[in-house]
């Protein structure tokens, strides 16, 4: 991106929210719902790669599809290039949907295996434009060029590659359209290790050449770190932690993104021994019942009374960088202490159990 210059959004997500319903009982009445992404805003710069990382089941698959408009969402806002994506009619939607495309995780699954390899490529162009037979394959052969493929398998079936080169296959059809924005949801995380860096490399060579914008969502700390230009950190449906890279990596703000980085091994031997790992008591609570207060009080270990009552607000605590702690509002646990009876002050764990099972709906 040119120096100067405030860098264009592409994306912007306002206080999305997507909750599933959950039926039970012999009616099969609503009897509640799954808050898999609960209230999370973030903007995504053109040409950029936001990284969007946290556990599996913490909403990252379902907030990347939401922002696609694949599922009509329960609130909030989804910008692309200043219009809302809910206001798009079928038929624009139809008109528009090939400029926001989507890499999936498991190549296998989301190509069809009774298709050729460029009837699998073509079919977006068959659905979309109406190019000739031949100016059809010319692209379909110019897309596996792109990707590393070679064009003598053109007639091949899926199964006969590798998951590699599968995924490659799924990356030149995502392309096939000349999308702008291009969700990749953990596109490496069912590739060999020998073969995963070869596929970001793939991407971000891609990136460069055709001008595209990633959401990159991953629970691989280590990648995210190496593609992303700026990472998101969400935790039970909601972002807890939004930073340029480099400031996230070394100085993380929220305790559950400096939980997340203790666990991710040091290259550095020397830098080893000065970090420690943080371990997180507990599991993650049911995204159908988050706790009250804020989502991480159960397991942070910095939790504080404030934690448990109230939901801290996301907010850019420091230019570009997004947070929502107490901590950062300035409340300490020192303060706390000092205002309480000295043998309350500790967040003993049955305390917290305590209050988790108290938890209710918010
Ligand atoms: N279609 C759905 N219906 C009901 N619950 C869902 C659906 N999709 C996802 N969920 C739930 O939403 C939560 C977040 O899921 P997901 O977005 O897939 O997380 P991640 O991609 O971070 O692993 C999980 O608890 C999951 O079970
Ligand atoms: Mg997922």
Redesign the pocket.
């Known amino acids: 991106m040119p120096d100067g210059t405030p860098p264009r959004k592409l994306v912007e997500v306002q206080d999305l929210k997507m909750h599933?319903p959950?039926y039970g009982g012999v009616l099969r009445r609503r009897v509640g719902e799954?808050k898999?992404?609960d209230g999370v805003s973030f903007d995504i710069h053109e040409g950029e790669t936001l990284g969007l990382v946290?556990?599996?089941?913490?909403?990252?698959?379902?907030?990347g599809r939401a922002v696609l408009r694949l599922y009509e969402v329960t609130d909030g806002a989804v910008r692309i290039e200043g219009e809302n994506i809910a206001d798009w009619s079928p038929e624009h939607l139809r008109k528009v949907r090939p400029k926001m495309q989507m890499v999936f995780q498991d190549p296998q699954a989301s190509l069809n295996p009774r298709m050729t390899v460029a009837s699998i490529i073509g079919e977006p162009l068959d659905e979309h434009t109406k190019q000739s037979k031949k100016a059809k394959l010319d692209r379909v052969y110019h897309l596996m060029d792109a990707v590393g493929l070679n064009r003598d398998f053109a007639n091949r079936y899926p199964h006969e590659f590798s998951g590699g080169q599968r995924q490659r296959i799924g990356i030149a059809r995502a392309l096939a359209l000349n999308p702008r924005f291009i969700v990749c949801?953990?596109p490496i995380a069912a590739l060999d290790v020998s073969i995963q860096a070869q596929v970001v490399n793939l991407l971000e060579d891609l990136q460069e050449e055709f001008g595209l914008t990633y959401l990159f969502?991953s629970?691989d700390l280590s990648m995210v770190r190496h593609i992303a230009d700026r990472v998101a950190v969400?935790y039970l449906?909601k972002i807890v932690e939004l930073a340029p890279r480099d400031a996230l990596y070394d100085a993380p703000l929220h305790p559950y993104t400096q939980a997340l980085l203790s666990a991710v091994p040091e290259p550095d031997p020397s830098l080893e021994a000065r970090t420690e790992r943080i371990i997180l008591k507990g599991d993650v609570p049911?995204?159908a019942k988050p706790p009250k207060g804020c989502n991480f009080c159960t397991r942070c270990p910095q939790v504080m009374d404030i934690c448990r009552q109230t939901e801290p607000v996301y907010r850019e605590v420091s230019p570009g960088r997004f947070t929502a702690c107490h901590l950062q509002d300035g409340h300490t646990p020192q303060t706390q202490q000092q205002q309480q009876a000295p043998d309350a002050g500790q967040p003993a764990p049955a305390r917290r159990h305590e209050q988790n099972q108290q938890g209710e709906d918010k």
């Open positions: 599933f959950i799954v898999a992404v946290g556990e599996s089941g913490c909403g990252k698959s379902t907030c949801d953990e969502i629970h969400m449906g049911s995204p």
